[in-house]
């Protein structure tokens, strides 16, 4: 199987562990990567602030960058998040279709179809939950409210953690309850984002964890600040993170990567 990473503009930017884990992980269970080097935003923050003459040229660029998944070159799309799933999908073909853009709204809406959140593409597609992970610590899960409510993920995410070997996975109260980021809400809106982020928090530093999990390094960044400012002690990992290493072959992210909240 080959398929085809988007990194994300800010895990690239800022988190590039996100993506490069998931290489990792995905050449360990034996698919083929290729990473389109035009691969850019995927327009989400344009759209979601009401810029839809702006998101065109970045939804423009993404149809024509992840094409050949159209024609059999490669079998998917995979993202290290749920929020850029959810925005391919839900949104692309929409701001098209919206700007008269109609050949460009049917394109999107075909790679749509063929794109897939990291937990998404490994167990429904690939069929594991069980992917050989080792990770020995006390772990909880976050599951960001776009990879519930838009890229409808489930609870694929915690399928996955439940098979790592020798890790504690606690659940996490009011789980489903929004971390208060959501892009330039927090902008927007920061005193009602820095009291949604304190009750996460509350809520994270409960479980004792060693560890907060997540799918998407956007509220990751969010939630890692605040566990910082509050000095925690708790790090913050994509899923993919935790996934790529095994017992016998642990992964560590480059030493030049960003780590939030430690």
Known sequence: MKVALFATCMSDAMFPQAPQATLHLLRRLGVEVVFPQSQACCGQMHVNTGYYPEAMPLIENHVRTFSPVLNGEWDAVVVPSGSCTGSIREQQAMVAENQGKSQVAARAALIAKKTY??????????????????????????????????????????????????????????????????????????????????????????????????????????????????????????????????????????????????
């Open 117 to 262: 959140d990291l937990s998404e593409f490994l167990v429904d597609v690939l069929g594991v939950t069980d992917v050989g992970a080792y990770f020995p610590h006390r772990v909880t899960y976050h599951p960001t409210c776009h990879s519930l409510r838009v890229a409808r993920v489930g609870d694929k995410p915690q399928q996955l953690l439940s098979k790592v070997q020798g890790i504690d996975f606690v659940p996490l109260p009011e789980a489903e309850s929004c971390c208060g980021f959501g892009g330039t809400f927090s902008i927007k809106n920061p005193e009602t984002s820095a009291a949604m982020v304190s009750r996460k928090i509350a809520n994270v530093i409960s479980t004792k964890s060693d560890v907060l999990v997540a799918g998407d390094y956007s509220c990751l960044m969010n939630i890692g600040g605040a566990l910082a400012r509050n000095r925690a002690g708790i790090r913050t990992m994509h899923l993919a993170e935790v996934l790529a290493g095994t017992q016998a072959e642990p992964w560590e992210a480059p030493a030049t990567t960003t780590k939030v909240g430690v």
